[in-house]
């Protein structure tokens, strides 16, 4: 090789080295919080200790994903979930978090919240590495979004129920109401949107398909939001619903049926044979919807839990200075230190 081609590919090289590695090894600051206070059990909250081999129905358990794109999100929800909760102290909330970070992301949970009962659970992303396809908004794409669908293989044993709540939501009543709905034989419970328009969570592929299109035959199936479920975990693991999840994914893989994350999987494996909620255990849509992120109203009727989904999250509109209405409903729970308020602390 001529000499003035082996400079220029050293320069090249040293060129991609300065420019690549630190793009690799600087990593983005986790937001700061100021501290949550302390919650204490009202008159009457049974006293309880948990362990993660026996089942208790006097515990709580939520389950949440935790990642720093979303974490003034989650720390708002728990926020919001303890502060109008009868019995806090009787709550045990359960995070998923990818490896990436995550010891980070634990102690950020630990000093804004010092009495929070928590456990940090690792999910593998080649758990779902091949299965995931594209949609609409690249944030349904991510992995952990798809960690839901894993529950009942992360938490242990001893977790018979499991609040799952997506981090972009704020519980406004007591979480307990909720807690307690009964299942029956059912494995799943959340709120459903029978007049919503079913056949516009897939795609023509899948209606034009008698195979695919049948596996909704013999079902009242309605849409009902992923962002908030009652699950029995026993029941789950006893029916396989998570291999049953995954063969839609291969599914979707192969045909592309559908255009929504990890929603239209759930739609498929269990609509028609979801335990109704009351709607106000999720008003959910204020994000708008995945592409615009547009304001949104309230759905008529009394509210327990408020739920940006769709592309609109109220501490990025409450930043950029464009709220919506009822981005403000979410801001009280908002525990983020803006660094202009707090420059001497």
């Known amino acids: 090789m001529p000499t003035n081609h082996r400079r220029l590919c050293t320069i090249l090289l040293i060129l991609v080295v300065t420019v690549q590695f630190p793009a690799e090894s600087t990593a983005v600051e986790l937001p700061k919080f100021r501290e949550a206070p302390a ?20 515990i709580i358990h939520i389950a949440m994903t935790l990642d720093a794109t979303y974490l003034r999100g989650s720390v708002a929800g728990v926020f919001s979930v303890l502060q109008h909760a009868t019995c806090p102290e009787n709550i045990v909330f359960h995070f998923i978090a990818t490896h990436h970070r995550r010891e980070d992301l634990r102690r950020v949970i630990t000093a804004t919240f010092p ?53 972009d939501l704020i519980v406004v009543d007591d979480v307990a109401k909720l807690w307690r709905i009964n299942l029956g034989k059912r ?13 516009n969570y897939f795609t023509r592929k899948f209606w034009s398909n008698a195979a695919f299109s049948a596996s909704f035959e013999g079902r009242s199936a309605c849409y009902f939001n992923t962002g908030v479920m009652v699950i029995d975990l026993w029941k789950w693991r006893d029916g396989k619903y998570t291999q049953k999840l995954e063969h839609w994914m291969s599914v979707q893989k192969r045909h592309r049926i559908y255009e929504l994350g990890s929603l239209p999987p759930f739609l498929l494996v269990f609509a028609g044979d979801v335990e109704g909620v009351e709607h106000r255990w999720n008003q959910h849509g204020l ?6 992120g547009l304001c949104r109203d309230l759905h008529p009727g009394p509210v327990s839990l408020l739920h940006w989904s769709g592309k609109g999250k109220p501490w990025l509109r409450l930043d950029s200075k464009r709220p919506c209405p009822l981005d403000s409903l979410w801001a009280p729970y908002d525990l983020f230190r803006h660094s202009s308020l707090f420059a001497d602390s």
């Open 39 to 58: 919650f204490r059990n009202g008159r009457g909250c049974p006293r309880t200790a948990w362990s993660s081999h026996s089942h208790n129905p006097s």
């Open 115 to 167: 009495y929070l009962k928590f456990h940090l659970y690792h999910f593998d992303c080649n758990l779902v590495k091949g299965k995931i396809s594209y949609s609409v908004r690249r944030a349904l794409d991510q992995p952990l979004n798809y960690a839901r669908i894993y529950l009942a293989d992360l938490l242990p044993s001893g977790v018979r129920r499991i609040i799952y709540f997506d981090s």
């Open 187 to 199: 494995v799943l419970g959340a709120p459903e949107y029978c007049h919503a328009n079913f056949t």
């Open 287 to 292: 994000g708008g919807d995945n592409l615009e």
